[in-house]
């Protein structure tokens, strides 16, 4: 165990590396949550969507999951670049198991997600968000966002092992952020939606990791017990881990 704990660290190091390398990517990412806190969230404030309750305030939560979503999802097309550079060669041919090389690049994922929490809590602490400061909180939310990286990411992995080509890799994800951002109570709660897309949501790992971050970030409209939605997201994560250590090696085939 300490061996793999080692070698997923060494794996999740190397990733992290690149970031002090292109730090300006930080940045970028930051402009999406930032327009839709200072646009989408300030407009949808003067609808009166939730009565008597700030509306800022519901959205916070799910503008840090959604900026943590599409991040992760299309970090799978880093595997399909290292094989074309020869990388994941030399990783295949190293004795470090398979799970270590994808928790550790998973674990970089959420890593690189820390900033874009820093920046979001920021401008939410500028829009007069009720955001509560407690430091258990807080690392309860890091948690929640490791594991929705690591979830999200390793799904993209698995995603880039089998469809092998940037180009369908690219379609895919695409294809995948916009259902799984409006099919979570991201930007509404889920007792508005029609039956339908209600039941879809309960299926979504997004919708758990926004629960469990609007409890402790604002204190505010959980649905499920917070219990729940660290063990679904453990859960959902571990399982796709050992998904894609399984199929790591078919992404040179």
């Known amino acids: 165990m300490r061996q793999f704990i ?22 970028m990412r930051a402009v999406q949550p930032a327009l839709w806190l200072l646009i989408f969230g300030q407009v ?5 969507m939730l009565p008597g309750e700030n509306y800022l305030d519901f959205m916070s939560p799910g ?5 943590i979503l599409f991040v992760s999802i299309f970090y799978g097309i880093a595997i399909i ?18 799970t270590a090389l ?13 900033p874009l929490m820093i920046i979001i809590y920021i401008l939410a602490a500028l829009l007069s968000v009720h955001i509560i400061w ?10 929640l966002l490791m594991l929705g990286a690591i979830l999200f990411s390793t799904l993209s992995l698995i995603i880039a092992c089998l469809v092998k080509t940037r180009e369908r890799f690219m379609g895919i994800g695409q294809l995948l952020t916009m259902p799984l951002f409006f099919a979570s109570n991201a930007i509404y709660p889920l007792d508005i939606m029609p039956g339908w897309l209600r ?11 926004i629960d469990g971050m609007r409890l402790l970030m604002v204190g505010t409209h959980s649905v499920y017990l917070l219990p729940v939605d660290f063990m679904v997201l453990a859960s959902a ?6 998904i894609g250590g399984f199929l790591y090696n078919r992404v040179i085939i």
């Open 6 to 27: 080692r070698k997923t660290w060494v794996i999740a190091d190397f990733e992290i590396r690149k970031i002090w390398h292109d730090p300006t990517e930080i940045l």
């Open 44 to 48: 949808m404030a003067r609808t009166r």
């Open 63 to 67: 503008i840090l999951a959604q900026s």
């Open 81 to 98: 670049w290292e094989r074309d550079l020869g990388i994941t060669h030399k990783f295949l041919a190293t004795p470090t198991p398979r």
């Open 102 to 114: 994808v928790l550790g690049k998973a674990i970089s994922a959420g890593i690189r997600c820390i």
């Open 134 to 143: 407690n430091p258990v909180n807080i690392i309860g939310i890091i948690i």
């Open 199 to 209: 039941m879809i949501s309960h299926f979504n790992p997004l919708t758990y990791m």
């Open 237 to 242: 994560s571990t399982l796709l881990v050992v």
